[in-house]
């Protein structure tokens, strides 16, 4: 059911991306939404079923005949493309508030110019070295013109024939071996050993789709805008032609309702105040008995005559035949209907309060004793409101005070499909065999996608798992909601922990809150200055949702005992931690998100209880290695042809990580030798030295990374159905072997 619904995900999010008609996008938006939630409630159920948050599904794709691409949990476009002027708009703010304190981006810096004696030196050596090469270029040919001269006395002279035999044999050898080169290499791409050489023709399939999808959204853009457009002009119909009617239907029900229960309690009732509806309130729960009653007076109202007057717009041919080409009028026209029916409402509630007045006033003798009884009005328990310690202080100034102290931070824009890593294709074989495996990196992406992308992207999304959670608590299955507030990010140095982070709120378009230890050092110190940064986060936070809290190296404030040479005082955030995440209200789309590379050097126990998910990074497998050797070669401008061996190069580099594996092809690929590869094609060897000088993570460490896992709620519950199961089968094994007897 996960895997299908994965596919009914897909299939709605580019539906959804590519349908131009605006009215069939929203309908298909609230069957997107509701996948989105009810795929995560699945997720969920399938993490408290295995305890674990991973699941490995290599069989079931090997039955569907699928890819590991087609359960790839897709991140819907709309995220980002709906919010384009809230995004530049803060990205504004952000520029101009670093701007005003002298930060520049690296690239921006203007190179320092030389004074004029420099310059004329610069180029008097450039220009004395031009010579020179010249001046050998010259001798070198002199020479060999000399060694050729002396040459020609000792050597017989040829006939033409020989030396047009010897021609052809060239030129055919040579035309001979090129189609054969071309042969061989199209039979290696056809069987997949090579990759094919990047299509730059106008006939690319991939770039003729993706400028299809932009025109397709343009032209969403321009019905959208006359969609708007559509609403505004039947608004303002309905108001002007059934405005009237309306309100005096709403003044003969009300003023019934007067008349019903002057009847029923000889007194006139209450007015429902504003906060309840109004006299909205009064016909919203009605029986069957008084549906029917009206039905029936409403055919016999038909039957006199006096049926409401029907709409009639005002528009001529072209712009009619305009709108229904686009938009569905009287689906306009039943959805404004209701707008202009609470519009209106809401002044016939102020015009029926006054005459209810009135009518009190008139038929109520005893003034005083109806003033005696008069009913007091309940008071309302308020909760505990959190106190504002910036009431003066607008959102722009409290937004730049905390980019000034480095809280708030601009971070690179990646996609969370730029953190590559392949799929665990042995999970369930080791899982048979009583061996727990390692997540694959793809298995990574597709957890934070599910549990941190779509609740922070989709606010019907993030409504409906508040809605779940609510009724997980009145059934006592708290376990079971799929709502998270707070997540641990942990895995060896260089796999890739920040570039979740980062890819995670470029894919949403949050807003980034740094409160690593060493990046608020010396800031907010005291009781009082901690008290004020968390009131700062949370009130920003809430206005700029949504909002990603990032805590890096968050075992260190978890330690037993800090080393005395760290001045950056981990342990402030600890009791502070906690009550952060508390104070994250359900409506808000606000994630914490911590990291960590050494998790075991913490108080294990306080620092699982702040995060509801743990999503650790192991090292990347062989399939995941060679996809990454292979990416990065070709993105840095690497050409990879067959004299670059990758298998080898992915079997050497066995223990290293993403991060090192970058580091060495942007070391090796440098533009001097990106110029030498027609000449001197990329080999395997030249990336093993600067591989060699860095540390790999050995299996020491992973193993250690394991043992803490262990150790987790998840971990503990998992080991105990293991043993369970162990001890299930030993039974019958007995219990046969007794029969057997």
Not at 247 to 269: A, M, S, Y
Not at 660 to 679: D, F, N, P, Y
């Amino acid at each position: 059911m996960y895997v299908k619904y994965i596919q009914i995900f897909r299939k709605m999010e580019e539906c959804y991306d590519q349908v131009v008609h605006p009215q069939k996008r929203r309908v298909v938006r609230l069957v997107l939404d509701g996948v989105m939630g009810r795929l995560i409630e699945l997720k969920q159920e399938m993490v408290t079923l295995e305890f674990g948050e991973f699941h490995f599904m290599d069989d079931i794709i090997s039955d569907l005949k699928l890819t590991p691409s087609d359960i790839e949990v897709p991140i819907p476009k709309y995220f980002l493309l709906e919010r384009q002027k809230q995004l530049k708009e803060r990205e504004r703010l952000l520029a101009s508030t670093l701007a005003s304190m002298g930060i520049v981006e690296k690239e921006s810096k203007p190179e320092e110019s030389l004074s004029w004696e420099e310059a004329v030196k610069v180029v008097q050596v450039m220009e004395r070295a031009r010579q020179g090469r010249m001046h050998a270029k010259y001798m070198r040919g002199f020479l060999e013109q000399e060694r050729h001269r002396q040459k020609r006395g000792e050597v017989s002279t040829m006939d033409e024939a020989y030396a047009a035999v010897i021609i052809q044999k060239a030129a055919r050898g040579f035309v001979q071996r090129r189609r054969v080169r071309k042969e061989r290499d199209n039979e290696f791409i056809f069987l997949g050993m090579i990759p094919p050489p990047d299509s730059q023709h106008s006939h690319d399939p991939i770039r003729l789709s993706e400028e299809t999808q932009h025109a397709r959204r343009l032209v969403q853009d321009a019905n959208e805008s006359e969609f708007q457009q559509a609403l505004k002009v039947v608004r303002e119909r309905l108001r002007e032609t059934e405005g009237a009617d309306i309100q005096e239907r709403l003044k003969h029900q009300i003023r019934q309702w007067f008349i019903e229960c002057k009847d029923l309690t000889g007194k006139f009732p209450d007015y429902p105040p504003e906060d309840e509806g109004g006299s909205k309130a009064l016909f919203v729960n009605k029986t069957p008995d008084e549906i029917e009653k009206e039905l029936a007076e409403a055919e016999e109202a038909k039957d006199k005559g006096r049926a409401p007057r029907p709409l009639r717009l005002n528009i001529n041919a072209r712009e009619r035949r305009r709108m229904h080409d686009l938009n569905d009028v009287e689906l306009i026209r039943e959805e404004k209907r209701a707008e202009v029916e609470d519009e209106v409402r809401q002044q016939v509630d102020a015009l029926m309060r006054e005459e209810l007045d009135n009518l009190k006033l008139v038929l109520d003798k005893d003034k005083g004793k109806r003033k005696a009884k008069k009913k007091k009005k309940a008071k309302k328990k308020k909760g505990k409101r959190e106190k504002d310690l910036t009431p003066d202080r607008s959102m722009e100034e409290l937004f730049e005070e905390l980019v000034r102290e480095g809280v708030i931070v601009r971070y690179p824009q990646v996609r969370l499909r730029d953190y590559l890593g392949s799929y665990n294709f042995l999970g369930t074989t080791l899982r048979q065999n009583e061996r727990e495996p390692m997540p694959g990196l793809s298995d990574i992406r597709n957890v934070v996608t599910l549990f941190g992308v779509l609740p922070l992207g989709s606010e019907s999304v993030h409504t409906k798992l508040v809605e779940l959670k609510a009724k997980s608590k009145e059934r006592k299955l708290d376990k079971a909601a799929p709502l998270v507030r707070a997540m641990l990010i942990l895995g060896p140095r260089q796999t890739g922990k920040k570039m979740l982070l980062h890819g995670l709120c470029t894919e949403v378009g949050a807003t980034l809150f740094d409160l690593t230890a060493t990046n608020m050092a010396g800031k907010y110190p005291g009781k009082d200055g901690l008290k004020m940064l968390m009131h700062l986060v949370l009130k920003v936070g809430r206005a700029l949702q949504p909002t990603v809290i990032h805590v890096g190296d968050c075992e260190r404030m978890f330690m037993k005992k800090v080393p005395k040479s760290d001045k950056t005082e981990p342990k402030r955030f600890k009791k502070v931690l906690p009550k952060l995440i508390k104070a994250i209200k359900l409506d808000e789309r606000i994630l914490l998100v911590g990291t960590s590379q050494r998790p075991w050097e913490g108080d294990q126990k306080s620092l699982v209880s702040c995060h509801q998910k743990i999503v650790p990074i192991p090292r990347p497998d062989y399939n995941s290695r060679y996809m990454l050797w292979r990416e990065f070669i070709k993105r840095h401008g690497g050409r990879i042809r067959d004299t670059l061996d990758l298998t080898s190069l992915t079997k050497v580099s066995d223990g290293y990580a993403g991060g090192h594996i970058l580091e060495a092809v942007k070391q090796v690929l440098t533009e001097h030798r990106l110029e030498q590869q027609a000449a001197r094609p990329l080999q395997a060897i030249e990336f093993i030295a600067p591989l060699a000088k860095m540390d790999p993570i050995y299996q020491d460490e992973e193993d250690q990374f394991k043992s803490w896992l262990e150790k987790t709620p998840h971990g503990k519950n998992r080991k105990k159905a293991l043993e369970d199961a162990e001890g299930g089968q030993k039974d019958k094994k007995k219990g046969k072997k007794a029969a057997k007897k």
